[in-house]
């Protein structure tokens, strides 16, 4: 790999962030009353609108406006002036909803769905994930961070990042580009904005020996960026699976998981996916790893395993997959249970990265295999 890369990851404020930000918290408050609730929640933003949409079976109840309405507020649409607001904004729940437990066939037995799902880790940082994507998410998690403690006041929640990261023999050599476009209050100059946010967030994110005199910094490039949220833009859940896993460096089934509970193949099979592939490059089996797991309706495993190492690997893929079923059982069951998928924890990750630095306490980044 050479030349140039390119990947980008957006605010909790940006429209389809708020979608999937919402969608996993009402999961989480399901999940926080029955462990067994399985809930597809699906959420659009659009103007001063909310509408919720999905299938739930749980023996709980929850308040689901409410929930909506604190993530809201947490995320930063405190403004009436933004014209889209924790307050004021409308919220229309549609949403079938069951009391009863999920059916025992599926929690015994296997996947309620069908999934394709894809894994990815590299030597290119400490968390073992591709530069760009890494450097993007925690660029945008600072921008959030600088707003909400006010060391950049007037900031809005709305941000988008891009990191352009150049390659040489397959390894990252140097940023060669940052965009950083953010909402903010008009009383704030441009060149005030770009030389507070190269202060205090780029050069808090991005190693010094990524930087050189030839990096170009772009702060909203065409003018500033005063309005934002789904005032202006719609969003939707699922629309930034990309940025959310690893920056286009590895292949995605186009599946997202905002909303959906661990009995859903793209969550929790993802989830394993990223786990197989970091622990075998962190036990030195390869440079690059991407693991491809196949689930079918109604079976307690995988249909197939697929590894590539992109001939970075020091043993064939009968092999790897021979050991992946020694080391690992990987079965619906067991990947809950040892991810303990069936807690509250998804909020924690909504936004900035569901794998990597973003997500470094969950159990399925965590190295096991040494």
Known sequence: MGGLFTSESVTEGQSDKICDKVADAILDAYLEKDPTSHVDCEVIAYENHLKLKGNIISAATIDHEKTARDVIAEIGYMDPDLKFDANHCGIDVDINRELSKMPETFQKRGFPDYGVVF?????????????????????????????????????????????????????????????????????????????????????????EKYIDENTKCFVDPIGDCLCGGPAVYLGATGRKIVSDTYGGYARSSGNFMAGKDALKAERSGAYMARYLAKN??????????????????????????????????????????????????????????????????????????????NAKQMPWEQITWK
């Open 280 to 357: 075998i490059v962190a036990s030195e089996y390869a440079d690059r790893c991407e693991v491809q797991l196949c689930y079918a309706m109604g079976l307690t495993g995988p249909v197939s395993v697929h590894i590539e190492t992109f001939g970075t690997g020091k043993m064939s893929q009968e092999e790897f997959i021979r050991m992946i079923y020694k080391k690992e059982d990987l079965s619906l069951q067991s990947v809950i249970k040892k991810f303990q998928l069936n807690q509250p924890i998804y909020s924690n990750i909504s936004c900035y990265g569901y794998f990597g630095e």
């Open 119 to 207: 894994g990815y880790a590299c030597k290119e940082t400490p968390s073992y994930m591709p530069a760009g994507t890494e450097f993007a998410n925690q660029l945008a998690k600072r921008l959030t961070y600088v707003r909400k403690m006010c060391i950049i006041p007037g900031l809005l929640p709305d941000g988008k990042i891009q990191v352009t990261m150049e390659y040489e023999n397959g390894n990252p050599k140097r940023v060669d580009a940052v965009f950083i476009s953010t909402q903010h209050r008009k009383e704030i100059r441009n060149g005030t904005l770009k030389y507070a946010l190269n202060d205090e967030v780029i050069s808090k994110v991005i190693p």
